[in-house]
């Protein structure tokens, strides 16, 4: 019994979410009972500036500096607590974003309370397309791929899932091939942010999600 | 805000998946075995036919040319002259007159991006897996499904197959990785790399040949030029607009590498031996 | 798929002691196809033609606004204007080797083998009817190559656009130029959920009594 891993694929010029989903095993909980939910989207919006700076700093290894990326989401979810968040900015659906009651500030506080306790990678060479874990936040680990054309891929999991990096890499590297064959058709947009449809796209990131990442 | 922007309903957050579901959903395992679906396609990863090209130019050797008319990896260059003369006539005589060279230039920028992450994506090297058809494969391919929802019969769950048998079935049309369990790549870290990698692997890919040489213009490293002394698709006619397309293509590659470009021009040099030496210029944003 | 068949083909030609003409013509033109494309043809890659033909198209369709039926005679209009050109192109390049058509079957085969092979490198299966006197050329599954990574909108699907539909115009303008007479048409496509891609030749017929030089 474990907490679904969260995967979004996020288009490279605006960032918007080209695909999200969870994956979760066959006893899993459902919807409703995944604890803090609807945050996922903002740490993966979030985490974009942390690829961002990974590849301007041609570096692969922890740490980086993450304290903006707390004060990010931070700001996200106080922005949207105010309203003030324009829905086409951060793309998500952040108009049902969890808080619509007086619960909120307990989740801020409990937000804002991190651990750095990351977990690294050693030695990806050097340009990987693979960049390992790159963010922890509150006990969600982030872990991205990175396109030759900047999409970009993310898994969040809890720290208590076990990440095998090998699996992973392998879950990316097939996933890519797919969104490869998704770019290659000539009706979807290149250079436009649609997101994919496909029933099958669909279908089979949850084989590959459930053959790599949660067995 | 549009409801259904990221294929569900967004008052729900994210899709849960749970997949024993997939098992219950006729449509979705049809689709597993529709070879005609894109996302069944094979060979985007033909390593064998792009390392021929990249390693022998055109001169393909006996075997690798049979092996490239068994899966049809090249046609002839007069089939694609023909086409792309034909298009690039209709669009400037039929539909826009005045502003064709930012259509063609963007056609090119369509096939510049597609173009940049395929061949990149083929110069990766995890194993491709064998694609011999396995017992498995025939058994999934010969499950018939029964979907005749208009005479009211359901799904036969007998006939579909088990989760386990979809997984190999996955398994075996996936892209596996080299045992050191890294994946190396060429992600081009400068300019000037990236510049190398269009003059050499690209344009092999596209024209099965080396652009001839790369030249900078200004000393602020703003401007850069690929110049090609015999461009192969543009030696019939026309050469000025399919230079405008082979300009889109240029530029689709350089903004899809994730780089600021203003511009990228064409111009063709006067030159005593060869007619059509073409120089594309590419201007950086500063 | 085509390549299977002429193996067993040629088996069973050398089996049988003797050998039935028309198998010695089929297999001759097989032959002169490959030579031809393999000695005469420079060559391009697949992919590339597919992704280029992809985004002409998609730009067609958007200047007539998805109208399919438009595009579809669109495309014919420009395969024929191909097609008459082609055709010289074609004679340039076969240099007289190639047999005399004397009926329909001989032609089917000489376009399949020869002219499908020389230009875009695929075989169809030839299907030759007696009795209406139609040839269909038969692309299985994604044999066809312009078909390759492309999946039509449902919109479009819907309004039966014949995605390769240039390659009808070029057979009819091609065939108008050695003096015959015929309609050439798209009967089904694999991009239209069909099983196979069919372009059917029908009501061959001589525009003039005299028989054209280069034949």
Known sequence: MSIPLYFAILHNKTDSALYETFLASKDSLSAEDIPLKDLYPFIANSAIDVIDNIQQANQTNLPYNKTHLHQKVQDLVEANMNSKVEPNKTSFFVENILVKDGSNKSLVQKVTNTHNNPQNINSLPEGSLFLGTIDEYDGYLVSSYVTYNNTKFMVISDKNHVMNYLQLQKFFLNVHDLYLKHLMNPFTSAKGDMPIKSLLFDAKIKVFGDLYLLS | ?286 | ?215
């Open chain 3, 1 to 215: 798929m085509s390549s299977n068949i002429s193996s067993e083909k040629t088996n069973e030609s050398s089996t049988v002691s003797q050998v039935d003409p028309d198998y010695q013509k089929e297999i001759f033109l097989k032959q002169l196809g490959e030579h031809v494309y393999q000695q005469n043809m420079k060559k391009i890659n697949a992919e590339f033609f597919n992704v280029t033909y992809g985004s002409f198209v998609r730009t067609l369709i958007d200047f007539y606004d998805s109208d399919a039926d438009k595009c579809n005679e669109k495309l014919k209009a420009m395969g024929e204007s191909i097609g008459s050109r082609l055709i010289d192109d074609f004679y340039s390049k076969v240099t007289n080797q190639i047999p005399r058509c004397s009926n329909l079957k001989d032609l089917g085969n000489t376009i399949a083998y020869v002219g499908f092979k020389m230009y875009i490198n695929t075989v169809p299966r030839v299907i030759f009817d007696e009795t209406n006197r139609t040839i269909k050329f038969r692309f299985e599954s994604n044999a066809n190559i312009f078909n390759k990574f492309v999946e039509l909108p449902d919109d479009i699907k819907e309004k039966k656009l014949y995605y390769s539909n240039i390659v009808s115009g070029i057979i009819k303008a091609a065939l108008a130029g050695i003096a015959l007479n015929c309609d050439v048409e798209f009967i089904s496509d694999t991009l239209l959920d069909d099983q196979y891609t069919d372009i059917q030749i029908s009501n061959v017929t001589r525009i003039k009594d005299e028989v054209p030089m280069g034949q």
């Open chain 2, 1 to 286: 805000m549009n409801n259904n922007l990221f294929g569900y309903e967004q008052d729900q957050g994210p899709k849960i998946t749970q997949l024993t579901e997939l098992n219950k959903d006729s449509s979705i395992l049809n689709s597993f075995n529709d070879k005609n679906n894109v996302n069944n396609q094979s060979g985007t990863l033909d390593l064998e036919s792009i390392k021929n090209n990249v390693d022998n130019g055109t001169k393909l050797s006996v075997n690798a040319a049979k092996k490239n008319y068994e899966e049809g990896h090249d046609v002839s260059m007069s089939a694609y002259l023909f086409v792309l003369l034909e298009f690039i006539k209709t669009i400037v005589s039929d539909i826009d007159n005045t502003n064709h060279s930012k259509i063609l230039g963007d056609i090119g920028h369509d096939v510049g991006i597609r173009i940049y992450e395929l061949v990149n994506f083929k110069l990766l090297n995890p194993k491709k897996s064998m694609s011999t058809k396995s017992a498995l494969i025939e058994k999934m391919d010969n499950y018939k499904y029964i979907d005749n929802l208009s005479h009211g019969s359901t799904l036969n769950i007998s006939q579909v197959p088990s989760s386990e048998e979809i997984y190999s079935y996955i398994s075996t049309t996936t892209v596996e990785l080299e045992e050191s369990g890294v994946i190396k790549n060429l992600k081009h870290l400068s300019f000037i790399t990236l510049l190398q990698f269009i003059q050499d692997t690209i344009w092999k890919y596209m024209f099965g040949k080396k652009a001839d040489d790369i030249q900078k213009i200004n000393e602020d490293d703003s401007s850069y030029a690929i110049i090609d002394n015999d461009p192969l698709i543009a030696s019939l006619v026309l050469p000025a607009k399919v230079n405008e397309f082979i300009c889109g293509i240029i530029k689709g590659v350089v903004e899809s590498a994730n780089y600021k470009c203003e511009s990228v021009n064409t111009q063709i040099l006067e030159d005593k031996t060869y007619n059509n030496k073409s120089a594309y210029i590419i201007k950086l944003q500063k």
